[in-house]
RNA sequence: GACCCUAUCGUCCAGCGGUUAGGACACCGCCCUUUCACGGCAGUAACCGGGGUUCGAAUCCCCGUAGGGUCGCCA
């Protein structure tokens, strides 16, 4: 694999562009080696979680070989391009924080962007397009057919040399064995995708594609469009896909399909970022919490594995919960803060203090920032919530040890947990009864669930106002 | 229909000619514990089938089967 790598690279250099199609900045480009990755997804309203694969794959390549990532938008559909769905793919790379060298800046096509190989919307390059058609059709490579411009392919099978899936002989299909040209540009005049992905490769100084396996069959055409230009294609790198859990293909509908979902349902972007690296790809010591660093160390082309893979969501929670549990307390406060306003809990109502106190006793036992409301939302109500379970155990007998409780907290010296877990216990000696006896009516009481953050930590936090209202209430029901 | 890719526990990965086929998630049991988590210990569970090559195959080759992808004036 090394091997041919190291003879590509030559026959990279040897296949210098030779016509006048190629100017400085291509010439430029197969001089120097640098790394040149892009993503380029098209602006649909949504960001599919495969893609965000893609993108992290291209950019941890750049990284880990110093090399530039480049983000282009392929906003040739003018039916469904918006600034809005543009912006759902910006927000999503920087949630993720893939951060681009190259690439708009905002979602506006004719708006401010980086790098000086724009433009870097499709939209926007439109005479590029013209001049290589133009180009093609000069040299008897392309032909008017129908309104339309066509490419003359190859009929011969097409060899691409992939680092992923290894040496790819592509034959015609029956089909395209009956009429192997395709449309380059369209009776309208707009440019094909197969066109302008090729097109903008070339321009852009492209010298790896890492892109889903959907375009290995669609490959060949693109070698033959860049062998028309004169020049040797880029290095390719088709990664397997994501699956469903089921095996079959993720479509807008299913539930994770878009990276939103991640974003708005408890997810840290550090977790899904290191899980995503595990589907197709792995560091070979065993390790899968793997710190960022260490992953764009670690990276490398030859060893993402080239099967599919299912997207196992069991496996994310339980990575989400590793990183939630790694968090600094203050990223965690903050997220925190976040997922509880966004299910209406309004933390400002409370004293900072108060909130991070709260906070503080469930950091370490979250898998997801989803599941805060209900694990911690009792620290934010005035009334508690009794779940069905709760209600069954306040039994008559219960009740009366929990009173017992009371009068025992009441007289209190102090209300910190260490004193307050010296008296239930005290208590539940001096009334010859375990201690979980005791444990249970009371964090119904004052939780109204059977399980949550450490008993009297909770209590101390919550204070003894709250405290003593809640075991009157619950009495009092 | 044709072309291309792929195939190890339920899932994600390790293995790259000789291993008691390893790890992680999930699941089950035990321990720890004020609940729930976490953590610790142990367990169930896999080389798709058939032919070759070889002293020896999960590893290499062929066929089959299955899954995925592609053959657009979509991207």
């Known amino acids: ?24 900045r291509t010439t430029n480009l197969t001089s120097n080696m640098s790394v040149r990755v892009r993503f380029a997804p098209s602006p649909t309203g949504y960001l599919h ?19 530039t990532f480049i983000l282009r938008v392929e906003d040739t559909d003018a039916a469904r391009n918006s600034q809005e769905a543009v912006n759902v793919i910006l927000d999503g ?9 190259e690439g708009p800046l905002t979602a506006d096509a004719t708006g401010p962007g980086k790098g000086d190989r724009g433009p870097y919307f499709q939209s926007r390059r439109k005479e590029n397009y013209a001049l290589r058609v133009e180009a093609l059709l000069s040299r008897g490579l392309a032909y008017e057919s129908e309104g339309a411009v066509r490419f003359r392919m190859t009929r011969e099978p097409v060899l691409v040399r992939d680092l992923v899936v290894g040496d790819v002989t592509r034959a015609l299909t029956d089909r395209e064995e009956q009429d192997p040209d395709f449309v380059i540009m369209r009776s309208d005049g707009s440019p094909v995708f197969h066109f302008v992905n090729v097109v903008d490769d070339l321009e852009m100084g492209i010298t790896h594609v890492i892109r889903g396996e959907d375009h290995l069959s669609n490959t060949a055409k693109h070698v033959a469009l860049f062998k028309a230009f004169g020049v040797e294609p880029p290095q390719y790198a088709h990664i397997p896909l994501i ?3 089921d095996g079959s293909k993720m479509s807008k509908r299913d539930t994770g399909a878009a990276l939103t979902y991640y974003m708005e349902n408890g997810y840290a972007p550090e977790a899904v ?6 589907l197709g790809w792995s560091a070979r010591d065993g390790r899968e919490v793997i710190p960022l660093p260490e992953l764009i160390a670690n990276f490398d082309l030859p060893q993402i594995l080239r099967h599919n893979a299912r997207f196992d969501h ?21 997220m925190s803060v976040h997922a509880l306003a966004r299910a209406g809990v309004d933390t400002n109502a409370f004293p900072t203090a ?16 989803t599941d805060l409301p209900a694990y911690a939302g009792f620290y934010f109500t005035d009334r508690v919530e009794m779940d069905a379970d709760a209600k069954a155990a306040l039994t008559p007998e219960a009740r009366d040890r929990l009173k017992k409780l009371r009068d025992a907290y009441a007289g209190a010296a102090d209300f910190k947990a260490a004193t307050l877990e010296t008296i239930l216990k005290d208590t539940a000696k001096a009334l010859g009864v375990k201690n979980g ?25 919550l204070g003894r106002d709250r405290v003593m209202q809640r075991i009157d209430a619950t009495l009092a029901a």
């Open 49 to 67: 979680i495969g893609g965000a694969r893609t993108a992290l794959f291209n950019w941890l390549y750049a990284r880990h070989m110093g090399g």
């Open 314 to 334: 069991e496996k994310l929670k339980w990575m989400n919960g590793e990183y939630l549990r790694a968090m600094t307390a203050d990223r965690f406060y903050e």
């Open 354 to 369: 108060y909130v991070k106190a709260a906070l503080d006793t469930c950091m370490g036992k979250l898998r997801l920032f």
């Open 243 to 245: 699956l469903n859990a």
């Open 273 to 278: 970022l290191n899980y995503l690296c595990l």
């Open 437 to 461: 006896v005791l444990v249970h009516p009371i964090r119904f009481a004052c939780t109204g669930k059977p399980s949550g953050p450490s008993l009297y930590h909770l209590l101390e936090i």
């Open 1 to 24: 694999m090394c091997i041919w790598r190291r003879l590509a690279s030559v026959c990279h250099v040897l296949h210098a562009p030779r016509n006048d199609l190629n100017d400085a």
């Open 93 to 101: 790379l920087r949630w993720l924080g893939l951060d681009w060298d």
